[in-house]
């Protein structure tokens, strides 16, 4: 599931875009703020930004800018009431993808952030390729062209989320907040079990492989 993290000061418009985003079939993380949104930042893997520019303590170009700075590159798009050719190259210049002036057609925001859904190859589509390989995330299977390999649930979820981030390092902690939750009584050693479950179980799949980052935490690449 594609995660997106929405800042927005105004409570009325960001419950509206938060049920709306969630109805249709993302995950949502909503902010107040910029200080709250770089908050969730600290421990939610983002797949996309969405955020309001005039905001209090830390707004929206500036957000931006620091995000970019820190090298995040996920898509973001602006929502704002100045439509004015110089407030857009701003934020164009601090790092936005994209800009949505208010107020906001809900239908229209929903297709712009597929567009750059697209362009950053992040999907919402049920399968995931990997080179010859298709991880199906309705079957829970791993297909390869000469088998169909059936993983277990968590295992799965796992390889999933890391399939959707490639290349990307995750910590043990980030991972397990991600597919176990926040209240599981699970602890980090978790991940490194099911890791090495999934690297067993999917040894002589050629199409990818799950690295360490030592003193990190782990990443799904390709292989050449």
Same mark, same amino acid.
């Given at each position: 599931?594609?995660?997106?993290? +929405?800042?927005?000061?105004?409570?009325?418009?960001?419950?509206?875009?938060?049920?709306?985003?969630?109805?249709?079939?993302?995950?949502?993380?909503?902010?107040?703020?910029?200080?709250?949104? +770089?908050?969730?930042?600290?421990?939610?893997?983002?797949?996309?930004?969405?955020?309001?520019?005039?905001?209090?303590?830390?707004?929206?170009?500036?957000?931006?800018? %620091?995000?970019?700075?820190?090298?995040? &590159?996920?898509?973001?798009?602006?929502?704002?009431?100045?439509? &004015?050719?110089?407030?857009?190259?701003?934020?164009?210049?601090?790092?936005?993808?994209?800009?949505?002036?208010?107020?906001?057609?809900?239908?229209?925001?929903?297709?712009?952030?597929?567009?750059?859904?697209?362009?950053?190859?992040?999907?919402?589509?049920?399968?995931? %390729?990997?080179?010859?390989?298709?991880?199906?995330?309705?079957?829970? &299977?791993?297909?390869?062209?000469?088998?169909?390999?059936?993983?277990?649930?968590?295992?799965?979820?796992?390889?999933?989320?890391?399939?959707?981030? +490639?290349?990307?390092?995750?910590?043990?902690?980030?991972?397990?907040?991600?597919?176990?939750?926040?209240?599981?009584?699970?602890?980090?050693?978790?991940?490194?079990?099911?890791?090495?479950?999934?690297?067993?179980?999917?040894?002589?799949?050629?199409?990818? %492989?799950?690295? &360490?980052?030592?003193?990190?935490?782990?990443?799904?690449?390709?292989?050449?």
């Amino acid at each position: 599931m594609v995660t997106i993290l +929405l800042v927005e000061d105004d409570p009325a418009l960001g419950s509206l875009l938060d049920e709306y985003l969630t109805t249709s079939g993302y995950r949502v993380h909503l902010a107040v703020d910029g200080e709250a949104a +770089l908050d969730v930042l600290e421990r939610e893997p983002i797949d996309l930004m969405v955020t309001d520019v005039m905001m209090p303590r830390l707004d929206g170009r500036e957000l931006t800018e %620091q995000l970019r700075d820190a090298g995040y &590159t996920f898509p973001i798009l602006m929502l704002t009431a100045l439509e &004015t050719l110089p407030d857009k190259k701003k934020g164009f210049r601090a790092g936005a993808d994209d800009y949505l002036v208010k107020p906001v057609d809900l239908e229209e925001l929903e297709l712009r952030i597929e567009a750059m859904l697209r362009r950053a190859n992040i999907y919402r589509e049920h399968q995931i %390729q990997l080179n010859d390989c298709v991880l199906d995330e309705r079957s829970l &299977t791993v297909v390869t062209p000469s088998e169909t390999i059936e993983v277990p649930k968590k295992e799965f979820e796992l390889l999933y989320h890391l399939a959707t981030h +490639l290349n990307q390092v995750f910590t043990r902690q980030q991972l397990l907040d991600r597919i176990w939750g926040y209240e599981t009584e699970s602890d980090v050693r978790t991940i490194d079990v099911h890791i090495n479950r999934l690297r067993s179980r999917l040894k002589h799949v050629e199409a990818f %492989q799950i690295s &360490t980052a030592w003193g990190l935490g782990y990443r799904l690449g390709l292989k050449s």
